[in-house]
């Protein structure tokens, strides 16, 4: 018996018929109660699955073309690893450069800038410590996260800390 059916998605179905073992006949009634949906859809999604299968390379050696599934993740894997791998290697070398540089900016810093007399030190060192602060401040400022605003749509920033000045808002 041959017929064309329609589900509620407008896609035709055709009609035919299935023989199972009661064994398999009762696992198929019970999984189709368990998730709410016809035996009908439970056989058409399960061999929609083996299709999806058999497109990716699965066969009827047996194995259900598991061997062909696993190389191809398995290269897939190794693809992805490589790629990483560069990129790690990219970011390495763009670290270095950034330790070359902060220990030229460091050497030039204690090239440029005079001893402080002993007598001077704890007054140097709090206003170092003042200084450090508001510049890290201002970092924390520059580095928070932006939010939407809702009535204009436009970014701005978060405060830093309470009581610091808002930066203007970006158009």
Do not use: C
């Not at 950034?98 to 900016?105: C, G, I, P, S, Y």
């Not at 602060?133 to 928070?144: C, D, F, M, N, P």
């Amino acid at each position: 018996m041959d017929k064309t059916l329609h589900l509620k998605e407008h896609m035709p179905l055709r009609q035919t018929s299935v023989h199972f073992t009661p064994e398999v006949y009762a696992w198929l009634r019970t999984e189709a109660n368990l998730h709410h949906v016809s035996m009908s859809k439970l056989v058409n999604d399960a061999v929609a699955a083996h299709r999806a299968l058999r497109r990716q390379g699965a066969g009827y050696d047996g194995t259900n073309g598991a061997g062909a599934l696993l190389e191809r993740t398995t290269a897939e894997i190794a693809a992805t690893l490589d790629r990483q791998a560069a990129e790690i290697a990219a970011l390495r070398e763009q670290l270095g450069q950034a330790l070359v540089m902060l220990d030229r900016a460091f050497y030039a810093y204690l090239l440029h800038t005079p001893t402080v007399a002993e007598a001077a030190q704890p007054q140097a060192r709090a206003e170092a410590l003042r200084r450090y602060e508001k510049w890290i401040t201002e970092v924390r400022a520059l580095a928070a996260p932006r939010k939407q605003e809702p009535q204009h749509g436009r970014t701005i920033a978060a405060p830093a800390t309470p009581g610091a000045p808002e930066r203007k808002a970006s158009a």
